[in-house]
């Protein structure tokens, strides 16, 4: 029962946590050309610690050993961002489709598999990405514009400890009342290239407070509906 109790009451903290977005519009004229579009895979980055992540060393307490441990952390932590990067590109994708506007989009988003298949083909990986040029995307995709996307995660504390420190705290679990304890954060940008330009075209800027703005389908969900209203590519 307690442990129904504490799941809901993470549930319900999460599902309170407000957004903000900004929309910044700077080239209107390039927007209006372009026909097709790629969304590439994000650039994340983590800053959690999660339950899984606090391990007991034993009784070794040496500087190796702490050192190994900050290791593995930092592998796992990569491994999970890399696989988090493709996720959110696919996930983007099918929220776009998912809350297509009534009278669709002026443009043809490629296919994410499609999207990958020919970056790999043209040597374009997810580690090189940074070396290239968006002229050479380009020529690799194909398309008019690509759509990318930069994610920070941040949670300074496990889901269960943080409802703990607040329980003990004696602070109210709902609401937007300041708290002592730090809250999870998701900072993301998404940024339209103009491949001709090579030039940022659109941008929306977007924060998400609370647990469920750490998850991929969450995220990408509150992104898209956070866009549509001021999407260059929606047809009016």
Known sequence: MIRFLLIFLVGLLASCAPARSTVQTLNDVALA????????????????????????????????????????????????????AFQLQELLYTQLQAQK?????????????????????????????????????EQALGVDAVLSGQTVLYQPLPNVLGLAARLMLNEPLIG??????????ATTSLMLYDCRANQLAWRLDFEGTGNAALKPDRLTQSLVRAAVPNFPYCRK
């Open 33 to 84: 050309t372009h026909r097709t579009v790629a969304i590439l895979p994000f650039e994340v980055e983590q800053d959690r610690i999660r339950l899984s992540d606090i391990r007991y060393a034993g009784t070794d307490t040496t500087v190796a050993t702490q050192q190994r441990m900050k290791q593995e952390w930092t592998v796992r932590q990569q491994q999970e961002s890399r696989q988090m």
């Open 176 to 185: 937007n009342q300041q708290s002592v304890i730090p809250v999870s954060q």
């Open 101 to 137: 506007p009534a009278r669709g989009y002026t443009v043809q988003f490629q296919d994410v598999r499609e999207t990958n298949r020919l970056l790999q083909q043209a040597g374009i990986t997810y580690e090189n990405f940074p070396d290239h040029t968006l002229k050479e995307v």
